[in-house]
């Protein structure tokens, strides 16, 4: 297993997705009740899985989504993971390293990424298969 790994191992549930703007604003990207997952597994793999749970007004039936997949490196020392996208549904992503910060607090994720001068933060619970 790659060294500080067996810290995300697993399935974590969304549980929100927050870009906050230069002058402090916050946006919801996948709305306030979002849904999805992502899952690191022990040999070094992630999927990320994130739609809009809550529809915007104006587009009820438009439901956003994103989903990547690829092999992890791990910098514990930095407290970054870097997902090295094989795969996405955003055709930009494919072929990129998209590094996150990390922070984990109990059974919460929090994976961080400075993006176009916007602060992004996804946070995730530990998932719970039954529950």
Do not use: F
């Not at 022990?42 to 438009?62: K, V």
């Not at 494919?94 to 993006?115: F, N, P």
């Amino acid at each position: 297993m790659l060294d500080g790994l067996e810290e995300l191992v697993g399935a974590w549930e969304l549980r929100s997705c927050t870009s906050t703007l230069p002058d402090g604003s916050k946006q919801y990207m996948y709305g306030h009740k979002p849904t999805g997952v992502i899952m690191y597994t022990p040999d070094g793999w992630m999927s990320c899985h994130m739609a809009g749970g809550d529809p915007a007004p104006d587009h009820p039936d438009i439901v956003e989504y994103s989903g990547y997949h690829g092999p992890v490196v791990m910098r514990p020392q930095d407290r970054v993971v870097e997902h090295h996208v094989r795969g996405s549904s955003n055709g930009w992503m494919t072929g990129t390293v998209q590094e996150r910060a990390y922070h984990i607090d109990g059974d919460t994720l929090t994976l961080s990424a400075e993006m176009n001068g916007n602060q992004i933060e996804v946070v995730w619970s530990k998932d719970r298969a039954g529950s």
